[in-house]
Structure formats: C-alpha cells, structure tokens
C-alpha cells in the first residue's frame, strides 16, 4: 500500500514539476520571423527553412476542415481587391502566414496561407482559431487583437504575419 | 528488498537431475536407461558459479532503466515547445505518460525475455516481481495516459469529453487500435491482480497473458502516428522502432529460437518417474550433451512434456540433483492438474525445455553456508547441498516425516561430505517451540551469523525464515531465497 500511495504521488509530483519548467519556458512564443521579406501581393512563396511540412500555398491546399479561407485568393478577386502576403511566422508548432484582402484600405478578408498541420490536433486548433481571429481582425481592422485561449502560439503567428501585411500595406 | 538473492517462476515445484547425487542406489527401477555402468559418480565436488556467465545487478538493471526513462523525458521535453493554459497541462501530462507506457511495455516485455545474463543476476522469480509491480504501474499509466489525453484535446478544442472522444477515436490515425490495446491491457492486470489470480488455473493466466503481445502491436502504430514526439521528428522514430525491434528479436531469440535449438540439440525425453513421497514425484529427464546447458545446481528449467495432454504448457520446476553429462532430475508435488499428469509419463516422451534459469546457485566464498528448505522446497536445495563448497548444514522442515522427500540422499551426502542435516518434523508443538525462531536457527548451526544462507519453500516459510535469518545477524546480502509464488 506504501508503495501504491508513493507510485502515485511520485509520478504526480514528477509530472508537475516537469510541466511547470515548461510552462515557464518561452517568454514569446514567436520566434523573430523567419524567412525573408514577404513579397509582393500576389505570390505566396514561403521559405522552405521555416517549415517542416511543406508549405502549402494557392489552389493545392488540402482540403481542411473549417470556416475560412485557406490559400491564397489572389487568382479570384474581383476588380479592387488586392491581396497582401504576410511574412511567414515560425512558431514552435510550426509556420503560420496569412493574405490580406483590401479595398480601399480596408481589410475585407483574410486567407491563411500556411498553418501547422503536423498533427490532427493542430488541425483542430487551427479550425477554432483562425475563424475568431479572423473575425476579430476584420472588426478591429488592424493587429490589435487578443490571442485565442487554447491557441497561444498560433493566435501569436497570425498576430505577426499580419503586421507584416499591415507594414507592407501602408 | 535490495540485494536479497532469490528466484522462482510461476509454480516451481521441485527439480532434480541427472546424478542423482549421492546414492546411486536411489535410481528409481521404472528409469529403463541409462545402463548402470554409465551411471554417473555421486557428484560432491564443489561447483562454483561459471565464471565466463554474465550477471546483471540489480543495481545494473535499475540503472538502465532509469536511464532510459530519463531519455524518453528528455525525447518529450525536446518535443514541446512549452505548456499553456489547462489544454496544455492536461495534454502535456497525457503526452509523458504514453510515452512512458510505451517505454514501461518494452521494459516489461524485456524482464519476462529470459535474457540469461538478468536470469542469473537477478533470477526469476524477482524479475516475475518487478514485472508485476512494473505491470501494474505501466497499466496505470496506461489508463491515465487516455483519461488526460482525451480532457486536454477537448479542453484545447472547446469541445466536450464526449465529442472529444468520438473525433479522437475516428479522426486521429490508430487510436482506436490502440483504445483496443489499452483494454487488453487493462483485462490482463486484472486477472493477473492477486485476488483474482487465485480463482484462475495457472494455464488460464499464462494464456491470457499472451494478449499483451497483441496489445503491444495494435498500441504501437498511433504512438507514432499521433505522437507529437515522433510526427515530425525521423530519428526520435527510428530509435523509438529500434527499441521495440531489439525487444522483440531478443524474445524470438531467447524464448523461442534457443529452445528450438536446444530441443535439436540435446533431444530432453523421459526415462523414467518415481514417487519419493505421498504426491511428490521425480521425473528422470534424459538427453544429449547436457552439459553444455551450463546448468548449476539450483537452477530449474521450463519444461514443455510432449504429450497429448501436457504439449500446451511449459512449467518450471527445479532440478533436484546436479546436472550430469547425459541425465537430470525434476521433483514434483502434486500441485495440480498438471503435475498429477506428469505421474502418468511414459519413458520415451520427448520434453521441450527452456532454460536453466535462476540465481539460486552456489555463490564465490568458502563461508560456511546453511541451507533452509521447506516441504517441496527442499529440491533446488537437495541440488545445491551435494555441490557447494565449505561446510554445509542444512534444516529441512517438513509437517511429518512421510512428507520427508529425499531421506536416504541427503544422509547420504552428509556423510560423504561430513554435512550437517537436521529434520525439522511435525507441530510446533512436537518439536519444542518454532522451528524458525532466530534463537533455535542459532542453535543448530554455531556461527549462523558469519555464513551464507539459502532458502526455499512456501511463501509463508521463505518469509518467515528470512526474517528470522536478519534477525539471527545473517546480512541481507549473503541470504539468497526462492519462493514458489508465481
């Protein structure tokens, strides 16, 4: 029974500590971003270095689940909408960019160009992530909004992928 | 329970071999063979350990596993970017835990490998307990490793435990192979837990217990499909592969290839059974070259009867006498279904063995050394008495003298060695007090303190006389016991 009980406080209190050293690990879940400066508005070139799945850009994009726009849409706007590339955002789970799509100076959609998709659960973070922030971005028209609870990292990649589209904007 | 030598496999009951030692005499009339002019000299020559025969310590082998433990924390903590919010808690604990699992299975299955060099450090039985206390945690594990994972992904997702749950099962790659796996699992620690052990035949559990294998399989895939350790990671997934491909080549090697090889080789059939005693039989085991098995007197061997009834299932049972060049000796009380079977061996029948296993063997000093056998224990004991070196005494307790298996061999040995043996029969009552008692071990055997110590019987009896041992000022590390507990 001595035994039972230090079994299971041990692997607990194991188990705290080891996540708490974790917890406390990155102060900015960002790193600065990789790759080189976006280009211009219509292509969706990514750098390879930042991705350790390939980068998915216009109409090849798997089909993922989800409420919103993912690839570029540059190919199908209508006369007065331009499309701005982000720059791609590395984050620990993976690369996040995103397509700006403006008329006269107003946002009116955002498309993500690449997201993490290395497990299934990214993909689902990713499909109650994106549609929020995207929402948000569209209300605030500009990178001040809040992170998605449950998506720290990936909320932090859209936020500077889009400044750099805002940047490159104005 | 650190240095405490002992061993013993599911149900050993007794063993023996090839000369029967000390009187040749007690060749039973029903062995046909071999002929009496090849019948091999009563054998008291000290038998040391072999010296070129790797040993694992304890103390090596919970290194190793502590190591690899640390680097599967460290494989998890390479793997995470970092942990946030009640998702990534829960997600993050579930994570270390199923890797722990899928490491704790491979350590597990590694223990029950009949890897010799950990067969004859740490012996059996030992290995069968530090399988059944890793099986327990590891199954543990396993439970609390799905519980997290499911409420972390459903926290992480906005989503509830149930529907998390059902997209967990059908979207993600191999869980629900490996949701079977965990029941299975689960299915085999209970039966294997204590109370419900005893309501099953030791061949239903022995059966059941193959599961595991299957389990391990089905759980494999999603660990790398799904594990966030592994998905993006080509060399974490290598290593991880080739630590369970070792695991499964040294089980094909050492549990099925080499016994193969032996049966070839050494060709185990029946010469003959003889009852020593009321239920307590001898099986006189024939075969080629059985020295080279390096077998050591006090070790024991699974033996597989090649019968239309027996074929099924392997048993371990101790030799009871030294092993010779071309005969040994098992004794078997009659336990159950099997062992009243084995009564009815016709000379001739081959016999599938696996083995020697065990660490109940003579150790390196010239100590004196009192061996303490309880009933049927007595066999590896009746082994070791003839072979080992220094001054022997041995205390065999038995509840009448009709239970007294072996009578003649023993006198016999302590005369041609000038050993010391005292029979222990009967009540506490008839013998004047408890017969383990630290004061009366004292007595029978001057300087009790200074000698090594060898135990064998009934979990009751091994305890016991143990205790009593530590408490006589016999050090932990010089007694070495064998219980007959699965």
Redo the contacts between chains.
């Keep these: 029974m001595r035994r039972v009980i230090l079994a299971v406080t041990g692997t607990i209190a194991g188990l705290v500590a080891l996540l708490s050293f974790k917890s406390h690990v990155p102060s900015s879940p960002v790193a600065a971003t990789a790759g080189g400066p976006g280009s211009g508005s219509s292509s969706a070139s990514s750098p390879s270095s930042a991705s350790t799945s390939p980068p998915r850009g216009g109409g090849q994009t798997e089909a993922v689940p989800g409420a919103f726009p993912q690839g570029s849409l540059a190919g199908t706007l209508p006369a007065g909408e331009t499309a701005v590339n982000g720059k791609v955002a590395s984050t620990s789970y993976g690369p996040v960019q995103i397509q700006l799509i403006e008329r006269s100076g107003k946002i009116v959609k955002v498309a993500v160009l690449v997201q993490p998709l290395n497990t299934l659960n990214d993909i689902q973070i990713g499909k109650f992530a994106f549609p929020k922030l995207i929402s948000e971005t569209l209300t605030a028209q500009d990178a001040k909004i809040d992170a998605v609870s449950g998506a720290t990292y990936t909320s932090a990649g859209y936020v500077q992928s889009l400044q750099s589209a805002l940047d490159k904007q104005h | 329970m650190t240095s405490v030598a002992r061993r013993s496999g599911p149900a050993r009951h007794a063993g023996a071999q090839a000369s029967p030692g000390a009187s040749p005499g007690t060749r039973p009339a029903a062995v046909p063979r071999p002929d009496p002019s090849r019948r091999p000299q009563p054998r008291t020559a000290p038998v040391r350990r072999g010296p070129g025969l790797a040993r694992v310590s304890e103390r090596g082998l919970l290194t190793v596993i502590i190591a690899g433990a640390i680097a599967v ?1 460290g494989l ?2 390479h793997s ?6 009640l ?3 829960l ?3 579930g994570q ?2 199923g890797l722990f699992c899928g490491y704790g299975v491979v350590i597990l299955v590694a223990l029950m490998a009949r890897l010799p060099p950990l067969e004859r450090g740490l012996g059996t039985d030992r290995l069968a307990r530090w399988h059944a ?1 890793g099986g327990r ?1 590891v199954v ?2 396993v439970v609390a490793h799905a519980l997290l994972i499911v409420w972390g ?1 459903a ?4 989503a509830n435990v149930l529907s998390e749950s059902a ?1 967990l099962l059908t ?3 191999d869980v629900l192979m490996a949701t079977v796996a965990g029941f299975l699992l689960l299915g085999i620690g209970i039966v294997s837990m204590r109370a419900a052990r005893r309501r099953l035949r030791y061949e239903t559990w022995y059966f059941l217990h193959f599961y595991t294998y299957l389990a391990i399989a089905l759980a494999f895939s999603h660990q790398l499909a ?1 594990g ?1 350790a592994f ?2 990671d080509l060399a974490a997934r290598f290593w991880w592969s080739a630590m369970y491909l070792t695991v499964l080549v040294l089980v094909l090697w050492y549990r099925v290839a080499m016994p193969l090889r032996a049966f070839r080789r050494h060709r185990f059939e029946v010469l003959g059974v003889k009852e020593e005693a009321p239920g307590v039989i001898s099986v006189y085991i024939g075969g080629k070259r059985l020295d080279e098995l390096d077998a050591e007197p006090g070790q024991f061997f699974r033996w597989r009867f090649l019968t239309r009834s027996l074929w099924w299932s392997s048993h371990p049972f101790s030799l009871s006498a030294a092993p010779g060049a071309d005969m040994m000796r098992i004794t078997v009380k009659n336990l159950g279904d099997h062992s009243q079977a084995l009564a009815r061996l016709q000379p001739g029948t081959r016999i599938f063995a696996e083995g020697p296993y065990g660490a109940l063997t003579a150790g390196d000093s010239d100590r004196g050394v009192v061996l303490l056998a309880g009933g049927v224990g007595i066999t590896p004991l009746r082994a070791i008495f003839a072979t080992l070196p220094g001054h022997v005494t041995l205390i065999y307790r038995a509840s009448s003298e009709r239970d007294i298996v072996f009578r003649d061999e023993l006198d016999a040995i302590a005369a041609a060695r000038g050993a010391t043996v005292h029979y222990l029969v009967g009540s506490r009552a008839e013998i004047g007090g408890d017969p383990l008692s630290p004061r009366m071990l004292r007595s029978l055997v001057p300087g009790l303190d200074e000698q090594d110590a060898y135990v064998c019987g009934p979990p009751g009896m091994t305890s016991a006389a143990v205790a009593a041992l530590r408490a006589a000022g016999v050090p932990r590390r010089r007694i070495h016991f064998e219980s007959f507990e699965f």
């Design positions: 924390l998890w903590w995470t970017p970092g942990v946030h919010g998702g990534g808690w997600t993050g604990a270390v835990l206390m945690y543990s594990l992904y926290v992480t997702a906005h997209t979207q993600y790659p799904d966030a998905v993006t």
